[in-house]
Structure formats: structure tokens, C-alpha cells
């Protein structure tokens, strides 16, 4: 089977732009969930979407949002830019939130 | 307060040695999970467990529910090893993430 793939790999933006990243899971997977890694906070939890519903959600503002296609694709964005959305994000799949995470490369985005 | 504290934050050992890291949580968990990042970023999950003991070649998880800590054990350690391990526990609505532990095996 295919790994998670999320795409790009690598991004670079300027501050009040808005960024679209894009997941795609294990074939089969419907749970698609989201983190940010920044050397500062460490890993933290963005939010869990379950066959195109989000059913849980972290503390992050609402600029901040996602939204999961039929096909259990994921896609999350993030609006109005801050120099503090630099950070490294990554997507997991798994067949129910509480399963075993199956992780993907990551995106890492830099906002200058 | 964090959720999740893990300890030792780094850990330097010689090849073929035992080691232990400790994950400690403070909320009510469906289940735990232990993580390995490399250098360049990319996370493997090694366990995931709700109670008890696994075992996956020299590497071991105990997870006590009553008192709420977990260690990863890795037996003869290689330098393949090194990385960070993350401890993260998943509260049925919510993950939460230790802050890694920087483990390097030297030859």
C-alpha cells in the first residue's frame, strides 16, 4: 500500500497570505488528522476529520481550518499568515481516531 | 502544566546498551502512543498501546494505567537508534505530545 502523501513538500509565503496544504491517506484510512511542529511548542494537535466531519479540534485560532473530501483526501488552511505559522506540518491517517497514527512526510512552510 | 512529560530530555548511550524513557500524563487516555522522528522530520509510530506490555524486536512499551506512566525500552541499543522519541496520548477527542526525547547511540 501507498504511504500518506501530502503535498507540497516545501513552502515558502510572505506574512497575510493564506496557505492551502494537502493530505491524501492509506488507502481505506478514513481518519485523517492534523499537527504542527515548531522547534519551540513541539508537536501539536490541529484537528481530527472522520469520514468528511471534523470531530475533534486543538487550540489554534480560526484562521486555522480543514476539510475532507469523499475520497478521505484532507486538505487544511490556514488564512492571514503571522511569521509564527512557520513550522513543519504533518498528516496522519489511521482507520479510527484511536488507532495507530500512519504519518506523512510533512509540509514545511516558511512565512517570511 | 503539560499533559505529557517525558524524561530524560537527551540521552546519550554506547552501542549495546540498555535504555529507558519515561512518558508520565496527567488526563484520562483511550490510548498511548510511542513515536520515532528522525533527522529530516518524518515520524514513525512504534506503539500503540491501552494496557499492559508490547514487543517489537528489542524494542519494548509498558504502559501502568493506574499510575499513569509509560516507559520505551530498547535492548543492545544500535546507532540506527538515534532519534527523537515522542510519547503522545490520546484523550478520545484530543492528542497531546511530550516534548521528545534526543536519543543518540554511539558506536
Known amino acids: 500500500k501507498a504511504g500518506v502523501t501530502q503535498t507540497p513538500r516545501y513552502l515558502i509565503k510572505t506574512r497575510g497570505q493564506q496557505v492551502t496544504l494537502s493530505c491524501s491517506p492509506i488507502?481505506?484510512?478514513?481518519?485523517v488528522s492534523w499537527y504542527q511542529q515548531t522547534p519551540g511548542q513541539g508537536l501539536q494537535f490541529l484537528f481530527e476529520y472522520f469520514s468528511e466531519t471534523q470531530r475533534n479540534k486543538g487550540n489554534f485560532p480560526g484562521r486555522f481550518s480543514g476539510r475532507q473530501f469523499s475520497n478521505s483526501r484532507s486538505e487544511m488552511n490556514v488564512s492571514t499568515l503571522e511569521l509564527g505559522d512557520s513550522a513543519l506540518y504533518l498528516c496522519?491517517?489511521?482507520?479510527?481516531?484511536?488507532?495507530?497514527?500512519?504519518f506523512g512526510p510533512g509540509t514545511r512552510l516558511t512565512v517570511t | 502544566k503539560n499533559e505529557v512529560e517525558q524524561s530524560p530530555q537527551n540521552l546519550t548511550a554506547q552501542e549495546g546498551e540498555f535504555i529507558t524513557i519515561n512518558c508520565s500524563y496527567s488526563?484520562?487516555?483511550?490510548?498511548l502512543h510511542w513515536l520515532q522522528q528522525h533527522p529530516g522530520g518524518g515520524i514513525v509510530s512504534l506503539f500503540m498501546l491501552s494496557s499492559g506490555k508490547k514487543k517489537h524486536g528489542r524494542l519494548i512499551a509498558t504502559i501502568n494505567i493506574q499510575e499513569k506512566h509509560s516507559s520505551l525500552h530498547i535492548t543492545a541499543s544500535h546507532p540506527r537508534d538515534s532519534a527523537v522519541y515522542i510519547c503522545a496520548v490520546h484523550t478520545g477527542n484530543q492528542f497531546y505530545f511530550g516534548t521528545g526525547t534526543s536519543l543518540t547511540v554511539i558506536p
Open positions: 488526563v484520562g487516555i483511550s490510548a
Open positions: 496522519a491517517s489511521s482507520l479510527m481516531d484511536t488507532y495507530e497514527q500512519y
Open positions: 488507502s481505506g484510512h478514513r481518519s
